[in-house]
């Protein structure tokens, strides 16, 4: 806030715009993060007199409001952006498909160019098409340095990424083959919310986004509590590298994960129901924006709770439950020490039931068709069906829907197309980074929750990334690590300092030879897993443990100046 001669603060000046923000806000109409990206839409940027104005109108202390919105990759509070800005992914589908050479080649033919921004970041969404740029905030791929300079120099980069509509089913379509007929019977009072949870339980459905816990059971404990008003969540922030089924779900079949959300919203009574939308999935935005014009008009959100989107703005960690809970909230979005659990201490400290897109999709099929259906769907003696994201070095990355249960092996070749050149696998990764990964000879592992645990992976949240021999296990380890140091919020020592540390130690290694200590290794490996507050510093280290423990000639052989494959190039 500026000062005038006399010492006095100045309330600061404020746009028509801000001054409609910060009126939203304070009536609870939007959130901070809303209020900051209409700022961003207009201006590019966030002007600092504008975040002045609006922590002034909206009653926001300007730290809270500088250290929310400068915490987000996505806000700009450095000044108007220049005129392109390109952002190369660099997380591991890739990287396995040469982003680091894209990169450092885009780098080189921009560099001077002051119009022109080239930077590295992590997973944007879109690993079935690696390696995938954003060119000011549009996600595409697979790119070249070639196209993208050309589009550069014919003008034709967006000036701002848009929401842009794809063919999906419309509403009068779904309704005809049974879509909405599940919420109107739970509306109408046809099952009650002990049937429904029996329901789930008896079809075995557990959690999609990572952790895998009974849903039946959440759907429970949120019930359970006295405590009022409740809330119902949909986490669709997607943003662990390798996964983009649920991009498929919101893109291909809004319908379907709205009906899921709007009965488990009226299932716990909520007050109201949040859809937390990665901002990279343009399609997907738009995709839901007319699914829900379609729904007010046919008058389907005019009974029950109403729902409200929030876009997210980058940050991998917002998929964390509770740091989702923060950032609706307007705060640095880092997650809460728990228990207490969302169940009975979430969104707005109430009660919460939090779910992710892929399981909010099944309910109303389980409904609908009978917990038996879906039981039945698993092999191996697995319930259910997964949509796995395929990625990595396949003939056919993409999203497939499979019985859960299905041997590893069998998805990557029958689905996946087999690893390319006909090479033999190296890792693979059952369920993003975070899930740690299988070597060739785990490859018979059903893909199902305690399979793969017991195998020494996790099904996490399907994203299936596929490495072949032909790749270094010491640069495996270092995309891995850097992934989870960029991506670590930075709350908690263990996992602040711990990701930068075992990082740091790799590369070392790699750009030098110096020979790891696997003693401080497993220390801090020890520590991160022990005491780090939420999951992202307790799996950070998995991936490299396991590269360690299953190729050490590999780490061995670059303390001695020598990749083993040749593949980091000395
Ligand atoms: C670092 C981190 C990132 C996460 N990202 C996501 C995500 O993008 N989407 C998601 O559904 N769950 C994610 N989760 C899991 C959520 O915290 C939570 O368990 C999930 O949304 C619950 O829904 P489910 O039971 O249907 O899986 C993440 C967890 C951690 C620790
Ligand atoms: S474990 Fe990492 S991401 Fe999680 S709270 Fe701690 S610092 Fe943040
Ligand atoms: S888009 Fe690059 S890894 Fe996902």
Redesign the pocket.
């Known amino acids: 806030m500026s000062r005038r001669r006399d010492g006095i603060a100045r309330r600061p000046a404020a746009s028509a715009l801000v001054e409609d923000l910060a009126r939203r806000h304070r009536a609870g109409e939007i959130v901070l993060l809303d209020a900051l990206h209409a700022i961003q839409d207009r201006k590019g940027h966030l002007p600092r007199r504008d975040l002045e104005a609006l922590s002034d109108r909206a009653r926001i202390p300007l730290a809270v409001l500088h250290g929310t919105a400068s915490f987000y990759p996505n806000f700009r509070t450095q000044g108007p952006p220049p005129r392109v800005q390109i952002r190369v992914c660099t997380s591991l589908p890739c990287h396995l498909a040469g982003s680091r050479r894209l990169l450092e080649g885009l780098r080189a033919s921009c560099g001077s160019d002051p119009r022109v921004e080239v930077r590295g970041c992590q997973c944007l969404g879109l690993c079935d098409r690696a390696p995938a740029v954003a060119l000011n905030g549009k996600p595409e791929g697979p790119a070249n340095a070639d196209a993208v300079l050309a589009a550069i120099a014919e003008g034709r980069v967006p000036r701002a990424a848009r929401p842009k509509r794809t063919p999906s089913p419309s509403l009068a379509r779904v309704r005809r083959s049974g879509g909405y007929a599940v919420l109107e019977r739970v509306r109408k009072g046809e099952w009650d919310a002990s049937g429904i949870v029996a329901a789930i339980k008896a079809s075995g459905l557990r959690?999609?986004?990572?952790?895998g816990?009974p849903?039946g059971m959440?759907w429970e404990f949120v019930l359970r509590e006295g405590a009022t008003p409740k809330y119902a969540v949909c986490?669709a922030?997607?943003?662990?590298v390798g996964t983009f089924k649920d991009r498929a779900f919101l893109e291909h079949s809004p319908h379907e994960v709205l009906e899921g959300l709007l009965v488990a919203a009226t299932v716990i009574r909520a007050r109201e129901a949040v859809l937390y939308l990665r901002e990279e999935y343009l399609s997907a935005r738009a995709n839901v924006a007319r699914a829900l014009a379609e729904l007010r008009k046919a008058g389907l959100l005019d009974a029950g709770p109403p729902i409200r989107v929030v876009v997210g703005a980058g940050a991998?960690?917002c998929?964390?439950?509770t740091a989702m809970f923060e950032s609706i909230e307007g705060r640095r979005p880092e997650p809460r020490l728990r228990p207490p659990y969302p169940a009975t201490v979430g969104l707005w400290g109430k009660p919460t039931l939090?779910?992710?897109v892929e399981?909010l999709v099944r309910v109303p099929q389980i409904l609908r068709r009978g917990p038996e259906w879906y039981r039945g769907q698993g092999r191996n003696g697995s319930a259910g069906l997964k949509r796995f994201a395929v990625s990595g070095q396949v003939a056919r990355p993409g999203w497939y829907d499979a019985p859960l249960g299905i041997p590893a092996g069998e998805l990557v070749r029958d689905h996946g197309g087999g690893l390319r050149d006909g090479r033999s696998m190296k890792a693979l990764f059952t369920g993003g980074l975070a899930s740690g990964f299988l070597s060739e000879d785990g490859l018979s592992t059903p893909m199902d929750f305690d399979a793969l645990v017991r195998a020494g992976a996790a099904l996490g949240?399907g994203g299936v990334i596929a490495v072949d021999s032909s790749v270094c296990a010491v640069d495996l380890s270092e995309n891995c690590l850097d992934f989870f140091a960029h991506e670590s919020c930075g709350k908690c020592t263990p996992c602040r300092v711990g990701t930068e540390k075992l990082l740091r130690m790799v590369r070392a290694l790699q750009a030098d030879g110096a020979a790891l200590d696997s003693g401080a290794v497993d220390d801090l490996a020890e520590t991160m897993i022990d005491a780090s507050i939420?999951?992202?510093g307790t799996t950070a280290p998995v991936a490299f443990r396991q590269a360690l423990a299953r190729f050490p000639e590999e780490f061995e052989a670059h303390a001695r100046g020598r990749c083993p494959t040749g593949w980091c190039g000395r």
């Open positions: 959690g999609m986004g990572g952790a816990f849903t959440k986490n922030d997607e943003s662990e991998y960690i998929g964390e439950e939090i779910q992710n399981t949240s939420c999951g992202l």
